[in-house]
């Protein structure tokens, strides 16, 4: 009988020296070098652009309408963005129309917070929606100078992505949505 107990006493100590606790699941660094911007110009508008993302135009078939995406391909993530020439009568439904989408998230969302953006030089206004939580699309933007032009834009990710995983991605992204509102330039050639 003591043999027994002076085995298990054994094993307890020998198996109590080891740390078996399972550790949490980790998630690499990710840091971005410095990028050079380049520039975009349509018919209506121009901006500034960081030189990893790739811009591709869209074919749409409607009227007034541009559509193009910023793809990222090293985060797997797009921008997707639509400009709309609009008049001031269009105006509040296009501002409906980005409050909406946006909201369209708060079931899931944990919060979403609102960055106002203006720039009375360049005659541009906007906001920057970040919507925190388990959702598809983090960051969703307008801009707009109020008369003839308004531009829209949501971040997604090509995967399900856990927030904490990609929070520095997209801070990044979120950064050169910043960069994309504040380079804007309206062309008003009408």
Same mark, same amino acid.
């Given at each position: 009988m003591r043999k027994e107990y002076l085995f298990l006493f054994f094993s307890f100590l020998f198996l109590s020296c080891n740390d078996y606790t399972p550790k949490p699941k980790g998630y690499a660094r990710i840091d971005r070098n410095k990028i050079e911007m380049k520039e975009f110009r349509y018919l209506d508008f121009s901006f500034?652009? %960081? /030189? =990893?993302? +790739? !811009?591709?135009?869209?074919?749409?078939?409607? +009227? /007034?309408?541009?559509?193009? /995406?910023?793809?990222? %391909?090293?985060? /797997?993530? #797009? #921008?997707?963005? @639509?400009?709309?020439?609009?008049?001031?009568?269009?105006?509040?439904?296009?501002?409906?129309?980005?409050?909406? !989408?946006?909201?369209?998230?708060?079931? +899931?969302?944990?919060? $979403?917070?609102? @960055? #106002?953006? @203006? =720039?009375? #030089?360049?005659?541009? @206004?906007?906001? $920057?929606?970040? $919507? +925190?939580?388990?959702?598809a699309v983090p960051v969703q933007f307008y801009v707009t100078d109020s008369k003839s032009h308004f531009l829209r834009g949501s971040l997604y990710f090509n995967e399900l992505v856990r927030p904490d995983s990609v929070a520095p991605i997209v801070s990044f992204l979120r950064s050169d949505i910043q960069e994309i509102m504040q380079s804007l330039e309206w062309n008003n050639l009408k």
């Open positions: 500034l652009y %960081p /030189n =990893d993302a +790739k !811009l591709e135009e869209l074919e749409n078939g409607v +009227k /007034n309408e541009f559509w193009f /995406n910023l793809s990222y %391909p090293s985060y /797997n993530a #797009v #921008v997707y963005c @639509t400009y709309m020439s609009i008049t001031p009568a269009q105006l509040s439904n296009a501002l409906e129309d980005s409050y909406q !989408l946006a909201y369209s998230h708060a079931l +899931k969302a944990e919060e $979403i917070e609102q @960055t #106002v953006f @203006t =720039d009375s #030089v360049r005659n541009k @206004t906007g906001i $920057i929606y970040e $919507i +925190k939580g388990m959702v």
